[in-house]
């Protein structure tokens, strides 16, 4: 039973270590920064969940004690990661790219970033 | 029930913070109870100015599916995207932006769809339009669009206008 047990947690671990491989493979490989943006949210979320599963799983039924606070990692991580990846993005937005080359942001014209570009061009004030 | 809406002015966000003051103490002891029970009181009292219209969950079922289903999904597509970097050729992948046009109207909705379309891999949102009716999405490999577009839609806009709206 024991060895069922083990070879469970090492197959967790055995996959959050190849997703995180992966997704920091995906790094080297993808060209473009956008794609890169790709690869981090691989690693945060089966990477980083296996690791979180395979100590859930070693602490209930190994160790005979239910520990939980593995899920606040993962509630942690689906809080900040997103937050992160929109600042990124946003800052990739604001440098790299002009709105003719962003689809369509329909009745609103202009994407947020773009936008807030445009009302900082208010006459300058900084001569006086 | 006044009185008890002044002492638990966010009684969602007193159970979470009890919550996860139990779970981060990590002995089940009455203790911990006790004192998460008392910062889950005193917290939400605090920064009531900072909730001004906080949102109804309607559907609390769609809740728990929406989960689910969103879990399923990070399965799916973390396989997907592993195929993707490893098998196909830089050249052969198509990178594309995506516009969503959101029904979505509540900040807190827009905010978890956000979220949910960058921890599902392979999509990333990047911002949002002017006023906030469009989300921008960019995609690691997208030959055809509109049927990503259509996925967020149907899969994850249509549960969250159920619980939130």
Known sequence: MTFIIELLIAFFLIMSGIFGFVGSFGMIKLKDPMSRLHAPTKATTLGVGGVLLASITHSVLLEGKLSLHELLITLFLFLTAPITALFIAKWHIHRHEKPQDLPDAGEDELWATHAVEQVENVPDHSAN | ?165
């Open chain 2, 1 to 165: 029930m006044k009185l008890l809406h002044r002492i638990f002015p966010h009684p969602h966000l007193t159970f979470l913070l009890t919550f996860v003051w139990v779970l981060l103490a990590n002995n089940g002891s009455l203790n911990s109870l006790v004192f998460g029970l008392i910062l889950g009181i005193i917290i939400p009292f605090i920064t009531q100015p900072y909730w001004p219209d906080r949102p109804k969950l309607r559907n609390w079922p769609m809740v728990v599916e929406y989960m689910l289903v969103v879990l399923w999904d990070i399965v799916v597509a973390n396989v997907t995207v592993a195929r993707i970097i490893l098998f196909k050729r830089d050249a052969d992948r198509q990178p594309n932006w995506i516009c969503v046009p959101l029904e979505l109207r509540t900040p807190e909705a827009i905010t978890v769809l956000a979220g949910t379309i960058t921890m599902t891999p392979g999509t990333v949102s990047c911002d949002l339009s002017a006023q906030g009716h469009n989300l921008l999405v960019h995609c690691l490999d997208a030959p055809n669009p509109e049927e990503v577009r259509d996925q967020i839609k149907q899969r994850y806009e249509r549960r969250l206008k159920e619980i939130f709206e």
